[in-house]
């Protein structure tokens, strides 16, 4: 179930990173808030306009970063394997007992490497489906 979520995910999200303007910009906590056009998926959901970026912030910053996050209201969130803190992220939201269809989730894994794996690594880490699983090729 979370296979199939999550590849939906990424297929959603491949078609929305392509459509969607991005802005991105450094922010509170070591990491990046990112302010971006709504988009409307193949699923209907929307992409929250404003999310909590956790690159850069350690795994044993991340759950408090998130906790604080969620506090003020911010309800997208932003994280990649190479982060290494998708466990952290997953762990909080869970912790905050907000239901799931009110969260939306994004990760990004390494282009490099077979896909399929990759996505069920990032669900398992999370422990649950991502709302959309890009490719990562940082430049830097």
Not at 11 to 22: I, K
Not at 53 to 58: A, E, F, R, S, V
Not at 93 to 110: N, Y
């Amino acid at each position: 179930e979370l296979w199939s979520e999550s590849m939906r995910a990424l297929a959603v999200c491949c078609v929305a990173t392509a459509t969607a303007l991005n802005v991105q910009r450094r922010n509170v906590l070591g990491g990046a808030a990112t302010a971006a056009l709504a988009v409307a998926p193949a699923t209907a959901a929307q992409t929250p306009a404003v999310g909590f970026g956790l690159y850069k912030t350690p795994e044993s910053d991340a759950e408090d970063a998130v906790g604080l996050a969620l506090a003020a209201g911010v309800r997208h969130f932003d994280t990649a394997a190479a982060y290494g803190n998708e466990a952290a992220l997953g762990r909080a939201l869970r912790a905050s007992g907000l239901p799931r269809s009110e969260l939306f989730v994004a990760t990004k894994i390494d282009a490099k490497a077979p896909v399929r794996d990759q996505v069920a690594a990032a669900a398992e880490r999370l422990k649950l489906a991502p709302d959309c699983v890009s490719l990562h090729a940082p430049l830097a």
